[in-house]
């Protein structure tokens, strides 16, 4: 049945749910558009890298001090880690985890500020810096690049060094440049990995484990073509994952982007039609590739695999990114828990461990639409497959660390009392002109709630919904990162080591010490 889905891909499915759409934008990011107002607008500014941090070297030397300075403390044990599992909670600032904290013992019936999140539990925890070579509010794919191949990088690159500069495709191209994973790491020693995103297998986050790309928007060659560049010359991520190291030998890939895999002549499993104009059906490569391996596209398809049977399992459950939790149709869409469950099902089977990725990367949507409602939700379906991860591994062998990529500029504010409803409006507090506001705002998206004066507006008919859009101070079309630091959060061997402030560039480092991977530093030496 499989087989025929990838070769034929003409099983139509109707999905009415609305699409999250992609808000990322290269050129704002990457400075080539100013803010003015309500206008992208005006001419490109350069961003400025510090020359020395363009050496992946750099990177390299100064995770290896910190991890020096970590081993210099007294170490509780000298266990090496089997397994690694990354979780990543895209966007989810330390103001999103409190707030879905909060939000989680609300749907208890509690107050809400004394519940904790599944890995705030975590024996370990610290604080990782965020800011790229070139940026000082980062976006997902430097941040991908130094969460994962542990070098930083140019905003919007991915899997390269900061000497390549953003668009370049013949810098990207030069092997001087271009960036190792701990995917990669993991698969020299033998170890079976995986990548599970609630976005598309070629965005940014889940790209840094394979992509080597001086664009994070060229996910397939159309992509590539619509800015200026030759497809044929710079490899789309989708093309690189499925024949290209290490991607192509990754045995589990879950989540949306069916588009980018296939043509746009046929149209796929979820009636859309695809996106590449090259006539290339990627699956059907991949399939060639992988002879026991299976494609699924829905909830059924996924639960009914039997994972001791099959050699690889790719997953593409929308055509696009993935519904919010909120807008699933839970008989047809995985939840991130379900994803989580087949994936350490599948990798586990290796007795030389795994590598997983595995992102809720819906929370970075929430928040830049300004719904904080959906990004505490999806923060709570994250916080869930963190908590069923635990609980099918052993914490003796397998370490899990969990982090984000970068902040987003909600805030927490006015003194509410206890148990005032997160989503709600501070019935404790009143601006000078005597009107409540909402406990939790922006500091950048699309509603101000003025009136024509200026003033704000009451809002005590409008809050309290799920898809609310929450206030904010910077009018723009949508909400922004923001370069606070982000927490990291670790349980198992070596959970000791992810304490203190960091790089984030130093994250990979230790977890490829912790399980004796990689050309690094490795605990496996020290004993």
Not at 118 to 138: D, K, M
Request: charged fraction near 20%; proline fraction near 4%; hydrophobic fraction near 35%.
């Amino acid at each position: 049945m499989y087989k025929n889905q990838l070769i034929l891909l003409i099983l139509m499915v109707g999905v009415t749910w609305a699409r999250v759409e992609e808000i990322h934008d290269p050129e704002q990011l990457t400075g080539q558009k100013l803010v003015n107002n309500r206008l992208l607008e005006g001419m490109a500014t350069n961003k400025y890298t510090p020359p020395e941090e363009k050496d992946p070297q750099f990177w390299y030397n100064l995770a290896y001090e910190e991890l020096a300075k970590r081993l210099e403390l007294p170490q509780p044990n000298a266990n090496k880690a089997k397994n690694i599992i990354f979780f990543l909670g895209d966007g989810m600032s330390l103001s999103t985890v409190a707030a879905a904290r909060i939000l989680k013992g609300q749907r208890q019936g509690n107050t809400g500020e004394e519940s904790s999140l599944s890995f705030e539990r975590f024996s370990h925890s610290g604080l990782s810096r965020t800011y790229c070579s070139n940026a000082q509010v980062p976006d997902s794919a430097c941040t991908a690049t130094a969460y994962l191949c542990g070098v930083k990088t140019n905003i919007v690159e991915i899997g390269v060094s900061a000497a390549v500069d953003y668009n370049n495709c013949t810098a990207s191209q030069d092997p001087v440049n271009r960036l190792t994973s701990i995917a990669e790491w993991a698969q020299n020693a033998g170890k079976s990995t995986g990548i599970v995103t609630t976005t598309t297998l070629t965005h940014a986050s889940p790209s840094g484990a394979y992509a080597k790309t001086a664009n994070r928007m060229w996910e397939c060659d159309t992509d590539v073509a619509s800015y200026g560049v030759d497809p044929t010359q710079c490899i789309d991520m989708a093309t690189q994952l499925i024949t290209q190291g290490p991607g192509k030998n990754f045995e589990v890939m879950f989540g949306g982007g069916f588009g980018k895999f296939v043509p746009s002549t046929i149209q796929d499993l979820h009636g859309n039609p695809g996106e590449r104009s090259d006539g290339v059906n990627l699956l059907s490569k991949w399939q060639a590739q992988h002879p026991g391996g299976v494609l699924v596209s829905n909830r059924k398809q996924l639960l009914s695999v039997d994972t001791t049977s099959v050699s690889s399992i790719i997953g593409l459950f929308q055509s696009q990114l993935m519904k919010f939790h909120l807008e699933a149709d839970e008989t047809y869409q995985p939840t991130l828990s379900e994803l989580t469950e087949v994936t350490i099902k599948k990798l586990s089977q290796n007795k030389n461990g795994y590598f997983a990725f595995i992102e809720g990367g819906l929370i970075d949507y929430g928040n830049h639409y300004n719904k904080a409602g959906y990004a505490l939700d999806e923060a709570l379906e994250f916080e869930k497959a963190i908590q069923l991860a635990r609980e099918m591994t052993d914490i003796e062998d397998t370490l899990i660390v969990v982090t984000s990529d970068h902040g987003h500029t909600l805030t927490i504010a006015g003194y509410p009392g206890r148990g005032t409803p997160i989503l709600g409006l501070n019935h404790h507090d009143t601006d000078v002109n005597g009107v409540k506001y909402s406990v939790l705002n922006y500091a950048v998206g699309p509603n101000n709630y003025l009136d024509s004066e200026g003033k704000r507006i009451d809002l005590s008919d409008q809050i309290g919904g799920n898809d609310f859009v929450f206030p904010s101070y910077i009018t723009q079309t949508q909400g922004t990162h923001s370069g606070d630091d982000v927490g990291i959060f670790a349980s198992g061997p070596q959970s000791h080591l992810f304490t203190g402030v960091m790089q984030q560039s130093t994250i990979p480092h230790l977890m490829a010490y912790a399980a004796c991977i990689g050309s690094g530093p490795k605990v496996c030496d020290a004993k």
